[in-house]
């Protein structure tokens, strides 16, 4: 009946799948493949190529908010 899944092992799923699902996207042909009932397929077809940034911490302290801030800072600066 299908393996058990508890909360925190579905949301890391998705979370390692948001950057893949930003970079290639979704064409109604590929939802089509996937049996996607025809009324959904206009709300789940999306563009690919957006660019995104994911960030997974052990934890959160001060070291690495200061990581985070220079990693912010330097992005702010390359793109101007």
Do not use: C
């Amino acid at each position: 009946k299908g393996e058990v899944v508890n909360n925190h092992d579905e949301l890391m799923s998705n979370f390692f799948a948001q950057p893949d699902a930003l970079a290639y996207g979704k064409t109604p042909e590929q939802l089509r493949k996937e049996n996607v009932s025809e009324h959904l397929i206009p709300h789940k077809t999306f563009t690919g190529n957006r660019p995104s940034l994911s960030i997974l911490l052990p934890t959160l302290d001060a070291y690495r908010i200061g990581q985070l801030l220079a990693i912010y800072e330097h992005r702010v600066a390359v793109q101007g």
